[in-house]
């Protein structure tokens, strides 16, 4: 055995409690460890517990308890449990290792390394489970922590792990605050019971309940207990009794059976006391019998033998073997009448239910033994099959399925804050969603993401347990684009109400520009302009501020001339004469021309509309086009692949349709960038393809492209088509010539 030269000193120092100095109250209670699961799973390596144990020791050197023992005694305790519950060695080496990550400098790969990939995934897993802030007073949280809790464990041990770390934290809550106490035990009894339940632990879940309810109000636990215990002394005679005779009988019958009495635990007499009102007396199941027998047959048989001797009490009978309960508890109940006008319960179950019922989820690790080849998840699988199965025949399937489906089949993911808070999303949520979620600040601001600590694009699908932070930039605003990648309606409706402000304030700058352009065209001060006439405008326009017609007036909905010649000082020399619009001169700067290319449009069922092509997109003859109505300089005439169209669209009503007349011998310009090799003879070629193709090159420019850092050339021409299948024919020729790397159409 290796002995870490670095640990004895630290672990050496002895603790004043103890009479045994801390090194060797460390080995002893490891002892016990290794043995007792040598004595569950003889066929392990017991080195491989050793060696967990000794790195977690040597990693928490120094490290004490809030009670002054040495820190490794905790993790030591909380792997014995699991070890009482027969756990596994992968188990029991991240209950020895669970604290390592989260208070040392250790690394999750560190325990990949060492331990191997099971383990790290238990250890990180219960790491990120202690990362969150699980208290919450609100019931509608509580549920949803304990579904995410179940939902981001791939191994269901992680969870066993941390139920066992929660129990021995309970069991020595002594030396922590009152404060500390009460917040422990409210969110063992918020979220760790209620999953202990869920995963049919029965007897974990009673002592987190009861060491819980201890924590948050140890003077009515303290009365409760002293209340149970006078019962107790009361009736122990009586009970004894009826122990003695219910096993003659049963053995009369040659039913074998073991009969245990049971009292009802403290938190669970405090609930019932204080739900039905009832004083301790009136507590039917205060005292219980409880019949292990060995088959299901003998179940119902001793049930038979129970009540022939003593009356039951009618409506009390529960089969829950016909009808389990959600998390697969199985048993028979039954309350009957003693002598002498005293009620007691009795359960009756099979060794194989009273393992279940004290064990749940845990109790399929037992008999793993041996058994190679079955992975964790399967294991787990198994486990909600065999639920399933049980559930068949349940009152209500629905409930069963609220149950379950929750964690199977969740449409929802949950994911923290860096601080830990739970943030429900849609299923495929993006950190966008995220952001919004938080605050639309966020969302707004949101540049980038880094999930677990890393950087992830914007469309990235949060996964279950992710940890997300938000990286802002102030001032960023959405785009369009993420309305394709948003989940959560609350995130697209602020992106739109984002994106159409963005609009109007771009529309109100280009209209106020506008605006004051045609004013010193038209030589009209606007510096300071008269109120009465403004509100004239403003009610003939039907809006409310200036904004609103500058915004008009962006948007091209309106012409600012005519609202300008209100203004005009001269005005009141030819009031009422509305002179002719003049064609405004602004037009002359407009794409529009006579050109005989513009002949090859037309808008569907017009003449004599005023259409040109334009020059963003500069559509030719073949493509797919559509037409906007421009306010005073004809139709613009965009393909629709054209990145310009869809702003445009915003006024839907202002969008024609248009098409390509039949070709008439007009030709087209195209600019294009041909991306090649720098060698001679290129150009040559280029040229002697456009000749072979019956165009003209209009221009030509060739330069290197070692300004991008690149070894080639970059040619520009600007070449002569009649419509788009000659364009691709000659831009696919072109592409075929040796050399060619990349052409781009440019216009
Ligand atoms: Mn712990």
Known sequence: MEINPGSSESASLPTEANPLSGADLVEQRYATLEQSFLSHRPKEDAAKVRAAFEFARDQHSGQA???????ILHPIAVAQNLVDMHMDLVCVETALLHDVVEDTGINIEEIRRRFGNEVAVCVDGVTKLGKIHLYSREEQQAESVRKMLLAMVSDIRVILVKLSDRLHNLRTIGSLSREKQT??????????????????????????EDLAFAAIDPEAHQDILGQIEHKRKASQEFLEGIRKSLEQKLSREAIPARVEGRLKRPYSVYLKLRKQKIPIEQVYDLLALRIVTDSLKNCYAALGVIHNEWPPIPGRIKDFIAMPRPNGYQSLHTSVMGTGGQAFEVQIRTEEMHRLAEEGVAAHWKYKEGRKGKSTEEQYVNWMRQLVEWQ?????????????????????VYVFTPKGKVVVLPRESTPIDFGYSIHSDVGNACVGAKVNNRIVPLKYALKNGDIVEILTQPGHMPSKDWLGLVKTSKARNKIKGIINATERSKAIEIGEKYFEKEARRLSIPISKLDEGILAEVFADYGVGKIEDLFANLGYGKIEARPILMRFDPNRSANEESKAPEPIPSSAAQT?????????????????????????????????????????GKGVAVHSVSCSNVQNLMYEVERKIDVEWAKPGGESFDVQVSIMTDDRPGMLAQFTQVLFSENSNIRSLEARGDDERGGDGAIVE?????????QLEKILSALRRIPGVRDIERKS
């Open 65 to 71: 308890r809030k009670s002054g023992e040495p820190y």
């Open 183 to 208: 917040r422990i035990g409210q969110e063992t009894l918020d979220i760790y019971s209620p999953i202990a339940h869920r995963l049919g632990m029965g007897k974990v879940r009673a002592e987190l």
């Open 392 to 412: 068949q025949e349940m009152r209500d399937p629905g409930e069963f399925m609220s149950t379950l489906k929750v964690d199977l089949y969740s449409d929802e």
């Open 591 to 631: 794409p529009f021309d006579k050109d005989a290319k513009n002949l090859a449009l037309r808008v569907k069922g017009l003449n004599d509309v005023m259409i040109y092509r334009a020059l963003c997109c500069n559509p030719i003859p073949g493509e797919a086009i559509v037409g906007y109505i421009t306010r």
């Open 717 to 725: 021409m600007k070449i002569e088509v009649r419509d788009k299948r």
